[in-house]
């Protein structure tokens, strides 16, 4: 198929439909495609924006100077225990597939939008799995050495929502990830809200099918899968990532989560509840700025999404995610990050004094 050339604003290519024009819109779907594109383009010194299913992107309402590549490459390759997804794969229905399959594994991430090749970026994960624990290898091209190259899950360097991807954001297009599942039609339940919604303890095992289902079912409560019914769904899923500080700085009576033993960045440390600072903060569900005509509002089935169920632009998302921001700092002195990547627009500085 020929590289095809696309009309519409960036809003109409991500899920919190907020975004101005771009230069160019190509959509490539095979790697050499997707390869020769971003050579050419980046020869030509021309600004790129790569994306796939645009579901942890806030795009600014001013052009784009330069060209978006929509990467719909497609291809899933099974080897035993091991498979090949193109970057282009829609990760749900990746994961429908391997539990149909006999690979349970990767049932606590049903539901997360996007494609594959975004999944390694950040590192995705919820109800205590991260797709880090199953990845072999990754195949991308360094725009920097003008090469396909193979990436170990060790040189990814995955921590929490962190990768060298994500470390490098224009360098490395993600052309291909690698998995290595184990068969398992049973899984143990890891996480505390599940564990709950499943009437089980923590730890014990439950049909990988039915955690898929319980899995959707809670992220639907949070308005958290794609639903063209659900306004709130137009966002970018969790706006802030959850802080990670010294056991000494827990905020009395904030939930708080213990990181990986194995990892001695982590020593004396343990991971917040945002979604608690925020509301403890005094942000409530459903709040927006400017008396509450902003169209740009906080979920209100999630206090951690911010979500466009309107005509809002990335003017009002910048101005509710500063306010929130603020908010946390000013109450618990804590600095929420920002998960989604931010293109041509950025957040107001804390004010600290």
């Not at 020769?36 to 784009?64: A, W």
């Not at 709950?196 to 899995?215: L, P, W």
């Not at 998302?317 to 600095?335: G, H, K, P, T, W």
């Amino acid at each position: 198929m020929a590289i095809e050339k696309l009309p519409g604003a960036l809003s109409d290519y991500t899920t919190l439909r907020v975004g101005g024009q771009a230069k160019s819109t190509l959509r490539v779907t095979t790697e050499l495609e997707l390869i020769e594109v971003v050579q050419d383009l980046d020869q030509q010194g021309e600004n790129l924006l790569i994306l796939g299913g645009g579901s942890n992107v806030v795009c600014g309402d001013h052009e784009f100077p330069g060209t978006v590549i929509l990467v719909g490459t497609q291809g899933i390759n099974w080897v035993g225990n091991t498979v090949r997804v193109a970057a282009g794969e829609n990760w749900d229905e990746f994961v429908r597939n391997a539990i149909e399959r006999g690979f349970g594994q990767l049932a606590p991430l049903s539901g997360i939008p996007g494609s594959m090749g975004a999944t390694p970026i950040q590192n995705i994960g919820a109800y205590g799995v991260e797709i880090a624990q199953f990845i072999v290898e990754i195949d991308v091209w360094d725009r920097e050495t003008s090469e396909q190259r193979i990436l170990s899950a060790t040189e990814c360097a995955f921590s929490y929502r962190e990768s060298e991807l994500k470390r490098k954001p224009n360098r490395f297009v993600v052309l291909a990830v690698t998995l290595n599942l184990e068969p398992a039609l049973k899984i143990p339940i890891q996480y505390q809200q599940l564990a709950q919604v499943m009437n089980q303890q923590i730890g014990t095992v439950a049909q990988a099918a039915e955690v898929r289902e319980q899995v959707l079912r809670l992220r639907a409560t949070k308005s958290m899968v794609l639903d063209s019914a659900d306004a709130d769904s137009n966002s970018t899923g969790s706006f802030f990532i959850n802080p990670i500080v010294p056991i000494a700085e827990i905020p009395v009576n904030c939930p708080n989560f213990s990181l990986s033993a194995n990892d001695p960045r982590y020593a004396s440390h343990v991971k917040l509840s945002a979604a608690w600072l925020i509301e403890n903060a005094g942000i409530t569900k459903g709040f927006s700025v400017g008396n509450g005509d902003s169209p740009i509002r906080v979920s209100r089935n999630h206090s951690l999404a911010i979500t466009n169920p309107g005509q809002g632009s990335s003017h009002h998302v910048v101005e509710l995610a500063s306010y929130v921001r603020q908010q946390v700092f000013n109450r618990f002195d804590i600095e929420l990050s920002v998960e989604p990547v931010l293109v041509n627009c950025q957040l107001d500085p804390l004010q600290r004094g």
